[in-house]
């Protein structure tokens, strides 16, 4: 027998099987209703009007509904139709326990790595999509240049050369869909020119260092101070041929990479032949004075610089960029693809009007000025309800790291759970070759929209020590 369809609603349909009319009505309610396509309490059409539908007898669907009301699977009143039962939960079989949530569902998340959402400025963006879409040449729209597109490239260029001190050229940048995807490629090449060990800080994110290992590469680490990564230490590691770096506010423990520490790490680069591979994690995002350069202006030839969209705007635009020694140019193209099929053309003529217009800068004034504030209520109520607890890492960037008592970080970290409150301890972030550290918490004072900052600030003084 044929299939054969009815619609109740927007997207429900019933498909007929089997061989009788009314056994096949039957199942497919039957189906229906286990889905969930119909709910309890539902409505059904009227006999009349559903055989009208699929072109069978009334009495047929009469009969079906009938049968079905007298299973359990439907009532039907008078006046009020036919309806879904409202049928009680099956039964748990016994020996089986009720799955329990590892922790409290969180109310609120003081997590790092994320902006405030909320205040993506969506009127200025949808400004600058109408702008980029209608001036786009006709050829914007097909398949592009792996490298990205032409716009993006030479407006970042200037602006990262302005704001970062970074040393670009259009030719030398490839857009990526964000920090992971550069360096998903970066791995890729340099697996293929026989790197096998990628130094990375001794606290970081074990996403960054799990896809160097999944390229093919170990990663032994850098210790780590109040100067950022002990990057005198490359020499020792014989077997790098590349380090991984946060220079700008080393995440996470939010201290910029010393100067005699950068001039060491291009030297080992220059001297050893390495690449250095260089996060500008929260590079725009410095509070007590002008923000720290780019470590790629010391050497464009031996530092791969990349940055992303992620905190200056939202991570749900995944739009990332890469500037690259000239020699890796092509290596990377070639990695991506002969086409620029991850990154959405339409996202990018915006993003390059958006900076080109100037809104990109209005918009990091803006959050800059709205992100210190948070950071300073944090310090102001940690200051007057946990005098004991001392802040670090708070001169730029959307996260701060709050020293605890020895021992104490799980038991924090676990009432904060309780408290409805998501945060980190800094031991997540660290590298498994070190094998202990000091108690932390790990706070992001940008996550949280306006409406939970209190409620959020409150949560964490009352676990606090």
């Keep these: 027998m044929t299939d054969s369809w009815s619609t109740f ?9 089997g061989t009788g009319l009314r056994a096949g009505l039957m199942d497919a309610l039957r189906e229906a209703v286990r889905s969930g396509r119909l709910t309890p309490g539902t409505r059904l059409p009227s006999s ?23 299973e359990g699977w439907l009532t039907a009143q008078q006046g009020s ?47 600058a999509a109408r702008r980029a879409i209608t001036a786009a040449p006709h050829e914007a729209f097909g398949y592009g240049d792996p490298r990205g597109r032409i716009e993006l490239r030479a407006v970042l260029a200037d602006y990262l050369a302005r704001a970062r001190g970074v040393r670009a050229d259009p030719e030398r940048i490839v857009i990526c869909s964000g920090f ?3 360096l998903m490629l970066m791995g890729k090449v340099l697996r293929a020119r026989r790197v096998r060990e990628v130094a990375v800080e001794s606290y970081g994110l074990d996403l960054h260092w799990n896809v ?4 093919g590469m170990r990663t032994p680490s850098l210790p780590c101070d109040e100067l950022g990564a002990t990057t005198t230490q490359l020499e020792r590691l014989r077997g790098a041929g590349a380090v991984l770096l946060t220079p700008a506010h080393q995440f996470p423990l939010g201290v910029p990479l010393h100067p005699d520490r950068r001039a060491a790490v291009v030297d080992w680069a220059r001297v050893s032949g390495g690449v250095v591979l260089e996060d500008d994690y929260d590079g725009e995002f410095r509070y007590d004075r002008q923000p720290v350069g780019a470590l790629q202006g010391l050497d464009p030839d031996r530092v791969v610089y990349m940055g992303t969209a992620s905190k200056s705007l939202v991570p749900g635009l995944r739009l990332g960029w890469m500037v690259l020694p000239e020699e890796l140019v092509g290596e990377v193209a070639e990695g991506k693809g002969s086409t620029d099929w ?3 053309v339409l996202d990018q003529l915006t993003l390059a009007e958006f900076i080109a217009s100037g809104a990109y800068d209005r918009h990091v004034r803006g959050m800059r000025l709205r992100y210190r504030r948070r950071r300073d209520q944090l310090v102001a109520a940690l200051a007057e309800r946990a005098p004991d607890i001392s802040v670090s890492g708070i001169a730029a960037g ?3 790291v709050l020293e605890l008592p020895d021992g104490t970080e799980p038991s924090v970290v676990q ?10 301890g800094l031991s997540s972030f660290r590298h498994e070759e070190v094998t202990s550290g000091r108690d932390a918490l790990v706070v992001g004072y940008a996550t949280p929209p306006d409406s939970a900052w209190a409620n959020s600030l409150d949560a964490l003084c009352r676990v606090l020590p």
């Design 9 to 17: 609603g927007a997207d429900l349909h019933l498909e007929l099987r």
């Design 48 to 70: 009349r009007s559903l055989a009208a539908d699929l072109g069978i007898a009334r009495n047929t669907v009469a009969d079906a509904y009938a049968e079905l009301v007298a």
């Design 81 to 127: 139709g036919t309806r879904v039962a409202r049928r009680a939960a099956p039964r748990r079989p016994a020996g089986v326990a009720r799955a329990r949530p590892a922790r409290p569902t969180a109310r609120w998340s003081l997590r790092a790595g994320s902006p405030d959402l909320a205040s993506f400025p969506r009127a200025e963006w949808l400004k």
């Design 180 to 182: 992971v995807h550069g």
């Design 212 to 215: 160097l290992r999944e390229a």
């Design 342 to 344: 991850m990154c959405g």
């Design 398 to 400: 959307l996260h701060a």
């Design 415 to 424: 009432a904060a759970g309780w408290q409805g409150l998501s945060v980190s």
